[in-house]
């Protein structure tokens, strides 16, 4: 069974940070694209930042330079560690695997295999 546990959400002031946690189980997590995807309240679900099996990032231009996506394979872990946060960036956060990402940017059906989310809220 795939599971796929996301934790480290929080509730901060703006310009603090967060670093999300998602621990795998189930697959071969090394030979998995994975992402981070996140969901605002009535809006659309979108793609955060991914890191390929050759461990190449991607992100998203809202986050660029702010986030940084990295994974531990020997702990099948995947994490995001986000600064300089905004109000904005309030959203319940998905830790996501696919066997095959879609270049140069991930669609979120390349994903078969999704977490619960771990909520973060940034205060102004």
């Known amino acids: 069974q795939v599971q796929l546990v996301e934790s480290g959400g929080g509730s901060v002031q703006a310009g603090g940070s967060l670093r999300l946690s998602c621990v795998a189980s189930?697959?071969?997590?090394?030979?998995?694209?994975m992402g981070w995807f996140r969901q605002a309240p009535g809006k659309e679900r979108e793609g955060v930042a991914f890191i390929l099996q050759d461990v190449s990032t991607i992100y998203a231009d809202s986050v660029k330079g702010r986030v940084t996506i990295s994974r531990d394979n020997a702990k099948n872990t995947l994490y995001l560690q986000m600064n300089s946060l905004k109000p904005e960036d309030t959203a319940m956060y998905y830790c996501?695997?696919?066997?095959?990402?879609?270049?140069?940017?991930?669609?979120?059906?390349?994903?078969?295999?999704w977490g619960q989310g771990t909520q973060v809220t940034v205060s102004s």
């Open positions: 996501a695997a696919a066997a095959f990402c879609t270049w140069p940017m991930p669609r979120q059906r390349d994903f078969g295999y």
């Open positions: 189930g697959i071969a997590y090394s030979m998995y694209c």
